[in-house]
T-cell receptor, first 111, second 114 residues
Framework: SQQGEEDPQALSIQEGENATMNCSYK?????LQWYRQNSGRGLVHLIL?????REKHSGRLRVTLDTSKKSSSLLITASRAADTASYFC???????????FGTGTKLQVIP | NAGVTQTPKFRVLKTGQSMTLLCAQD?????MYWYRQDPGMGLRLIHY???????AKGEVPDGYNVSRLKKQNFLLGLESAAPSQTSVYFC?????????????FGPGTRLLVL
């Protein structure tokens, strides 16, 4: 079963708006990661937040983690057309099997 | 650095045929993984390797075999392809160091089994 589940499944916004995606997971984690996938390409790592962190920033990205609710959110501020992609959360529960990926949020940013 | 490369990029097989997907990484990563990606299913781990000469089963290993004879290469084999194996296959690699757990992905191989 999927460790991470993203919400919403699809999101369409205008350029310049903020985009928020949510991820829920089932078991305790060591860290949670967010990846981006452009159409027809492999996944690219965006940001990692550890279980003892509550918020992390990287450029226009802001990630929060609430371990009590087993949830995380990814905020992309001032979105650009180039942000159009699918975004996946990946929960790392430790052990050799490493991370398990969610089903993704498909983001469309309209110029 | 080329990062993670996969060959082939696209392949069409008939049911029952066999093939091998090759993954290569030039980052000296200890861990390597094979995933499949299907619509609405996210990525599912097929097999993984924590070092040269070692492999282990992931979430969906049936119908696949793997080998890691060299640290930089991780091969995924389909002995008798089935239409259910139509998918996009991604290879990934990562350091063993728990502070650098980022996975680096290849561009993917699209496989169609008729």
């Amino acid at each position: 079963s999927q460790q991470g589940e993203e919400d919403p499944q699809a999101l369409s916004i205008q350029e310049g708006e903020n985009a928020t995606m949510n991820c829920s997971y089932k078991t305790s984690i060591n860290n949670l990661q967010w990846y981006r996938q452009n159409s027809g390409r492999g996944l690219v790592h965006l940001i990692l937040i550890r279980s003892n962190e509550r918020e992390k920033h990287s450029g226009r990205l802001r990630v929060t983690l609430d371990t009590s609710k087993k949830s995380s959110s990814l905020l992309i501020t001032a979105s650009r057309a180039a942000d159009t992609a699918s975004y996946f959360c990946a929960a790392d529960s430790g052990g050799y099997q490493k991370v398990t990926f969610g089903t993704g949020t498909k983001l469309q940013v309209i110029p | 650095n080329a990062g993670v490369t996969q060959t082939p990029k696209f392949r069409v097989l008939k049911t029952g045929q066999s093939m091998t997907l090759l993954c290569a990484q030039d980052m000296n990563h200890e861990y390597m993984y094979w995933y499949r990606q299907d619509p609405g299913m996210g990525l599912r781990l097929i097999h993984y390797s924590v070092g040269e000469g070692t492999t282990a089963k992931g979430e969906v290993p049936d119908g696949y075999n793997v080998s890691r004879l060299k640290k930089q290469n991780f091969l995924l084999g389909l002995e008798s392809a089935a239409p259910s194996q139509t998918s996009v296959y991604f290879c990934a690699s990562s350091h063993r160091d728990t502070l650098r757990e980022t996975q680096y992905f290849g561009p993917g191989t699209r496989l169609l089994v008729l």
